[in-house]
């Protein structure tokens, strides 16, 4: 039996109620052993007066009715005596029968009593038959003596049952009272072979012989039986046998015994008187003798029981003690135990992370009074309480301690990230100045993929900030567009040209969460590069959802296992806190802290068919119409998100692959180059078309419409010139128009239809305009102050 989990209670309940059993089984033992005697002794009157007085009353009526029976059995008529004797006899037969048959006496005796009355009651039944026989003359004179000793000796046997007390020495003078009985039987018996031998003038065979061993018998129990009595019921017996009836007796036996025969002139007249006397005396003598036995046996029974009540009910006392006090410290120890895991679990669950939490909310906390003192006693619970205290004061400063170094590390992260920032600030600052001054299209290019990767370097430093708690710098005032936060999230991605934007609904989005948007829209687009073949798309697409919008960004990668799909949801649904050891998906702790930023919701599905789908709903509180794109558009917020979305790190245009359909939606024409003069503007957005020239001092290379097979470098500095071009187109074309030029953004795709022709001269590369650089970490202004 495994009783290592048992509760506490139920491992001292056992403990308790072993040794609480085996009390209670002593003491039931004990009280048993000692009520049976108690019973046996307060059983000893009832017995003595539903057997021992009516049965000795048979034995007496017996005796007489054997000794005229013998009687007649030597003379020749019938003694009319014997008539009136067996009447008393029947009588007396009556009366203890009704005793035996009584519920009483049963009640009272015990197996061998109830045996014995059983054999003395089949014993009186052969009394009608014998009686029968003798008078039919069928039996001679000793087989009368045998019929009637027989039914006595029953008797006898029954008084012997009855004299088995409890105690020793009322059991040793009921056994002597016993056997003066039996030896008052041995001289009744000698009477009766006396008085057939006088009747019949002389012995028959054998009697003399029987006469002899009778007066023997009788003389050796009497004295044997003395010897047990009571010193004062000694010394009435000894009187008793010195008593003239008595001595007178006994020379009588002797000259029997002494002569063969009758002897001559024997006094038959003496020997009847002195055999009265003698047999009345010690009949009165046991009769007493039982009298006081019974009284005696009353007293004792009484303090026995006495004796028994009062072991019995310190006994019981003992044993509800015994169990009062151990469930008292069985509760004791329960109740303290249970203090203690109870203070236990409340630091493990509540006290603990509770302090965790008011920690990293910046609130101060008294490790005192958070880790209270547990007093218990001083026994060992009390010691485990000591000990427990140190341990939980020690978990609770570590917390502390951990904690502050928490706050510390990502104080020091936040520190260098925005450090970071406005490094990063200042060098697209400085690129955009450089990109301004430089027509050289390689130059140009070289500038770009610098500013490409500032632009990334921004982003892993916005990661930093996140990381550390706070949130990124960059922010927008007014809506803009779903499709140019898009372009924004793909331009801040390293395999931007696998980057495929589809089918993209209308839509805004709020200037407030653009920025972080923009962000997760670009983690997510990352991942989707990296975690896929090289040679493989990347697609993103939009739609109005019921209740927001939804951005789905599709690889075609291998996917993720059920398990792991499973636990980056759950992560992205709730974000946890930042743990420096857990650094291998940092990218979806990023974008589980923008969402929850913002209310947006982010699934990763499994792709169809292969790959992995990552699900952005953005709430409708987040969601406006799409601002409009043209001259009503140009200001700072367009030229903005013309500079996150820069021409060179957006997705390059491609001819349409077989088998692959492009959206139109994808596809925005933008100026080709600049030109010496301005031509009137191709569409509705204010932007003047230019016409790329060749310049005479640098020939440059022509660029032909061939951009399936012209390699990247080439596609980069065309990219380039067209850039410098439109920058160039836009600051011109607001000069002719007098509105604000609004920039479109650098995010689309070139038209195939507006390539440089071959025989154009060399682009101008001068850049776009200046958009205002996110101020450095230093500058703790909001976004929205610093749009304004």
């Known amino acids: 039996m495994n009783t290592r989990d048992w509760p506490i209670r139920a491992k001292l309940t056992a403990l308790v109620i072993g040794p609480v059993t085996g009390l209670l089984a002593l003491w039931i033992f004990a009280t048993t052993l000692t009520f049976g005697p108690a019973l046996d002794l307060l059983a000893t009157r009832t017995l003595l007066y539903d057997l021992g007085r009516p049965g000795e009353s048979v034995v007496a009526e017996l005796q007489r009715e054997r000794r005229l029976s013998v009687v007649q059995l030597a003379g020749d008529a019938y003694l009319p005596e014997l008539a009136a004797q067996r009447d008393r006899t029947d009588r007396a037969v009556a ?24 054999q003395l009651g089949s014993a009186l039944e052969a009394l009608p038959a014998g009686r029968v026989f003798i008078d039919d003359r069928k039996v001679d004179r000793a087989g009368a003596v ?36 039996r030896s008052r039987e041995l001289l009744g018996q000698a009477d009766a072979l006396l008085a057939g031998a006088v009747t019949a003038g002389r012995y028959a065979d054998g009697e003399h012989e029987q006469l002899v061993r009778t007066v023997e018998n009788q003389r050796f129990l009497a004295e044997n039986a003395v010897a047990d009595l009571p010193p004062d019921e000694r010394a009435g017996y000894q009187r008793l046998t010195e008593g003239a009836a008595f001595l007178r007796l006994r020379a009588l036996q002797d000259a029997l015994i ?39 046996s009353v007293p004792i029974a009484v303090r026995i029981l006495v004796q028994l009540a009062a072991a019995g009910v310190l006994g019981l006392v003992a044993i509800v003690v015994c169990v009062l006090v151990a469930l008292r410290v069985g509760r004791s120890l329960a109740h303290r135990l249970t203090g203690v895991r109870t203070a236990a679990t409340e630091v ?35 010691q485990v309480a000591r000990a427990f205290n140190e341990v939980r004061r020690t978990a609770v400063q570590a917390a502390v301690d951990e904690v502050t170094l928490r706050r510390g590390f990502n104080e020091v992260i936040l520190n260098l990230a925005r450090r970071s920032q406005g490094l990063v600030h200042r060098q697209l600052a400085l690129l955009d100045r450089l990109e301004r001054r430089t027509e ?57 040209d696998r980057v495929d934007v589809g089918e993209v609904q209308s839509a805004g989005v709020l200037g407030r969460a653009v920025g972080d948007v923009i962000h997760l829209l670009a983690e997510l687009i990352e991942n989707a590069t990296v975690f896929s073949p090289p040679g493989t798309r990347v697609d993103v697409t939009g739609r109005t959802v019921p209740g927001g919008y939804t951005i789905e960004i599709t690889d075609r990668g291998l996917g993720m296992s059920p398990p792991a799909m499973a636990a980056a949801n759950r992560k992205l ?27 947006v919701r982010v699934e990763l599905r499994r792709g169809r068919p292969a ?61 080709a180059a600049r030109a010496s003069a301005v031509e009137p503007p191709a569409d509705g957005d204010g932007l003047p078309r230019r016409v790329r020239r060749r310049g005479p001092a640098r020939p440059r290379a022509v660029v032909t419409d061939t951009p399936a097979s012209r390699p990247p470098e080439e596609a980069r500095r065309t990219m380039s010139a067209l850039q410098a071009g439109t920058a160039r187109g836009r600051r011109d074309g607001t000069r002719a128009t ?46 929205t102050e610093r749009d304004a």
């Open 146 to 181: 045998g019929l009637y000793s027989g039914m006595i000796g029953s008797a006898f046997q029954a008084f012997s049952a009855m004299a088995m007390l409890p105690d020793v020495q009322l059991n040793r003078e009921a056994s002597a009272l016993t056997a003066l009985g």
């Open 440 to 496: 050289d299209p390689d130059e140009l290019a070289g500038l770009f993929q610098v500013d490409h990767l500032a632009t990334r370097l921004r982003r892993h430093a916005e990661d930093l900030v996140i990381l550390a708690g706070a949130a990124p710098g960059r922010g927008w005032r007014r809506p803009v567009a779903a499709v140019d936060v898009m372009r924004g999230a793909i331009s801040e991605v390293e395999a931007y």
């Open 573 to 599: 649904a709730a974000p946890p806190e930042f743990d420096p050891a857990d650094s291998a998906r940092l990218g979806l702790f990023v974008v589980a802290r923008l969402a929850a930023r913002h209310g």
């Open 348 to 382: 493990a669950e509540q006290r603990l992370p509770d302090v965790v939490a008011r920690l990293r909310r910046g609130e101060e906390v008294d490790v005192a009074r958070e880790a209270p003192e547990l007093d218990h006693g001083g026994d060992e619970i009390g």
């Open 258 to 296: 002494r002569a063969d025969d009758l002897p001559a002139g024997f006094d038959v007249r003496a020997w009847e008187a002195g055999h009265a006397e003698v047999w009345q005396g010690l009949r009165d003598f046991e009769l007493r003798g039982a009298d006081s036995l019974a009284e005696r």
């Open 95 to 118: 009366e203890l029968r009704r005793r035996i048959d009584g519920e009483a006496l049963r009640d009272a005796a015990d197996d061998q009593l109830d045996a014995r009355l059983d």
């Open 738 to 783: 007098g509105t604000a030029a609004v920039a479109r953004i650098r995010g689309a795709v070139p038209d195939p239809s507006t390539d440089v022709p071959a025989d154009t001269g060399t682009p101008a590369t001068a850049p776009e305009p200046a958009p205002e650089p996110s101020p450095p970490a230093s500058d703790q202004r909001t976004a």
């Open 611 to 671: 790959g992995t789908t990552a699900a952005v709903f953005v709430p409708s509180d987040l969601i406006t119409d799409e601002p409009p794109v043209g001259p009503d558009a140009a200001g700072p917020e367009r030229r903005r998100m013309a500079k996150v979305s820069r021409l060179t790190t957006v997705p390059r245009g491609r001819p349409t692959r077989p088998g692959r359909e492009r959206p139109e939606s994808t596809v925005i024409p933008l100026p």
